[in-house]
């Protein structure tokens, strides 16, 4: 004689649902997202490789001695700017060009007035004049509008 239990079978297990998605609207609205991904990313990438060369002048930056700072503000102007406007700019010139390039008057006011007098010649510095002349130039590496 059998148990009444032993006649019972399991239950039924559907099967899982699947993670694709089920309908075309699904397929639409990636094709969206994707391509506003893609829209949004490119212009950031460019970006982000037309400021190589700021990076690198700030990187330059932190080693370089106060005497210097004026060659580094050249290489980096050079690097945005034609050679004809930049390359023979020097003196009073080069020093409008900097705070046009900039859009203010860092380089109208001590110590950065001085940039150009410490690359021809050995002038100290105080800490604090220092400071803020690697500010000056590293806010301009920054900030210059091309």
Do not use: C
Request: proline share 8%; charged share 20%.
């Amino acid at each position: 004689m059998s148990a009444p239990l032993d006649k019972l079978h399991d239950f039924y297990q559907p099967p899982p649902p699947a993670w694709t998605p089920q309908t075309v609207g699904w397929y639409i609205l990636f094709a969206i997202a994707g391509l506003v991904v893609i829209w949004t990313a490119v212009p950031l990438v460019r970006g982000w490789f037309a400021n190589r060369y700021r990076r690198a002048a700030l990187q330059e930056l932190a080693l370089l001695p106060p005497s210097e700072f004026s060659a580094l503000l050249k290489r980096t102007a050079l690097a945005a700017w034609p050679r004809e406007r930049v390359a023979s700019l020097s003196g009073a010139e080069w020093l409008k060009f900097l705070n046009e390039a900039a859009g203010d008057e860092t380089f109208h006011s001590p110590p950065a007035d001085r940039i150009e007098e410490m690359a021809l010649q050995s002038v100290t510095l105080s800490n604090e004049d220092e400071h803020a002349l690697r500010g000056a130039v590293a806010t301009w590496i920054r900030r210059h509008h091309v």
